[in-house]
C-alpha cells in the first residue's frame, strides 16, 4: 500500500520503529492471515519480530519460511489501525520489500503488468465474461488471471442493474414503488441545481476494463449532484500493482504519466472510485496529493438528488485501502443512511481484508480463497440483501467467495446503488 516505493528508513531509525511494537498481540484478530492460518509467524507481532531479527543480522540469508511469512502480509494495515502503541505502516512496506528483494519471481511482474493495462484487461475480461455461458472454455479462462476477472460480477447495464434491484427489493418483501418513493421523486423534480464544481475521474485499470457501466453511473450520480465531469486523456495505472510486485521503477514512470495526465485539467478535485489508487494517488507529490478523493468521501458532502425508498438491509464491505489507508468509515455509511427505508447493517470483522490484496489474490489463490470465504461469510451472516463495496478487487474477491457461501446474496459498487437510489429514471 506504498504511495511512492518502500523506502527503507535509516538502521537506527528502522529501529526505533520497531521497539514500538510492545508484542501486546492486541492485533492478531484484526490481522486476516493470521486468522486464516492460526499461525504466529504470519501475525503483525510475528512479522515484526522476524524484521527486527533480519535488521540486527543484516548478513544472514533469510531461510523460505520467514520470506514467506513477509511476503504473505497483505499490506492491509488492519494491524496499523488497531495497535494500541503505534507502529508504522512503514515496517510492513519494509518487510515485504525485504522479501521481494530475496524472491523475484516472473509470475508478480507479469500479473501486475497485465493487470495494469486497461486495454489488455478489457480484452481479457469480455470474452471470458460472454464465454462463460455461450462459448466453449478459452484458453485463458482456466487461468489464475482468467479466473480472477471473471469473479468480478457483471459491469450491468443500466436497465439489468435497475431490474436487478427492484427484484431485490420485491424478494424482501416491499414491492414496487412506495409512496415515500413518489414524494421523493416530485421532490428531486422541484430541487433547484447545486452549485457546478468541476471535477476529475480518474479512471483506474480494473474500474476502467471491468467496470465501465459503473464508472458511467459514478460520472450520472457527480453530474446530478451539480458537478461538471472530467476524464483527462493520458491516464495510465496508479502504480499500485508496480508497487505490490516489486517494480518502483514502473511505479514511477506510471506516476510521471498521470502527474503529467492530471495536471492539464484543472478540476478542484480527482475522484477515484477504486480504493487501492485512491490511496496510491494521495501518496503522489502536490498538488495532486491534495487534489485526489475518494468518490464515497467527495459523494458524502454533494447535495445528490432526493433519494427514492430503498427498503433493503445493506451490509458495506470496507475497502482495506479505504478504511485503514484513507480512514473512510463514515461517508458510506453516512451516503447509505440518507436513502429512506434502507437498514444498514454491520458485519463482524469489518477491519479484516478480505484477501484481495491488489495482485495478492493472483499470486497466493488458496490462502487468499480462505480469507475470501471467511469474509463471505461474516457478510452473509448479517442477513443482508444486498453487499455493496468501494473497491473493484474487493468485488471481485467477495463475489467470487459468495458463489459458494450465499449464492443469491449479490455484490455491488457502492455507487451503483447510490445511482439508482438517487438518479435512476431521470438520467
Ligand atoms: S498491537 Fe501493536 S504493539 Fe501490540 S503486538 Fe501488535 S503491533 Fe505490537
Ligand atoms: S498489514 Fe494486514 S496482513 Fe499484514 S500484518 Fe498487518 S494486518 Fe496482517
Known sequence: ????????????????????????????????TYLATANEAQSPRGRLLLLGRLVAEPSRVPAAAEIDALDLCLGCRACVTACPSGISATLLEVAKARAHAVRRGPGAWLIAALLSRRGALAALGAPIRWGRAALPRLPWTGSRVGRWVAAVPASWQDADLARLLAGLVARAGAGGASGTDGAARAA???????????????????????????????????????????VPRGQACCGALAEHAGQPRRAARQRRVNLAALA?????????????????????????????????AVLAELPLPP???????????????????????????????????????????????????????????????????????????TGADLIVTGNPGCLGQIAGALRDVAPDLPILPLTDLLWWAHVAGEC
Open 1 to 32: 500500500m506504498s504511495a511512492r516505493g518502500p523506502c527503507a528508513p535509516p538502521p537506527a531509525e528502522l529501529d526505533r520503529l520497531l521497539r514500538a511494537c510492545i508484542q501486546c498481540g492486541l492485533c492478531l484478530p484484526h490481522c486476516a
Open 188 to 230: 428531486r423534480r422541484a430541487t433547484p441545481p447545486a452549485p457546478p464544481r468541476r471535477v476529475a475521474l480518474f479512471r483506474g485499470c480494473a474500474s476502467g476494463a471491468l467496470l465501465p457501466h459503473a464508472q458511467q453511473r459514478l460520472r450520472a450520480l457527480l453530474t446530478a449532484a451539480g458537478c461538471e465531469v472530467s
Open 264 to 296: 492539464r485539467d484543472p478540476a478542484d478535485v480527482v475522484i477515484v472510485e477504486a480504493a487501492g489508487c485512491g490511496l496510491e494517488l494521495q501518496g503522489y507529490p502536490p498538488p495532486l496529493a491534495a487534489r485526489a478523493r475518494d468518490a464515497a
Open 307 to 381: 433519494p427514492r425508498a430503498v427498503p433493503l438491509r445493506v451490509a458495506y464491505h470496507d475497502p482495506c485501502h479505504a478504511r485503514h489507508g484513507q480512514g473512510i468509515v463514515d461517508e458510506p455509511r453516512a451516503l447509505l443512511a440518507r436513502i429512506p427505508g434502507l437498514i444498514v447493517v454491520e458485519p463482524r470483522e469489518a477491519e479484516v481484508c478480505c484477501g484481495s490484496g491488489g495482485p495478492y489474490a493472483l499470486l497466493h489463490p488458496e490462502l487468499a480463497a480462505r480469507m475470501g470465504r471467511r469474509k463471505a461469510q461474516c457478510l452473509a451472516e
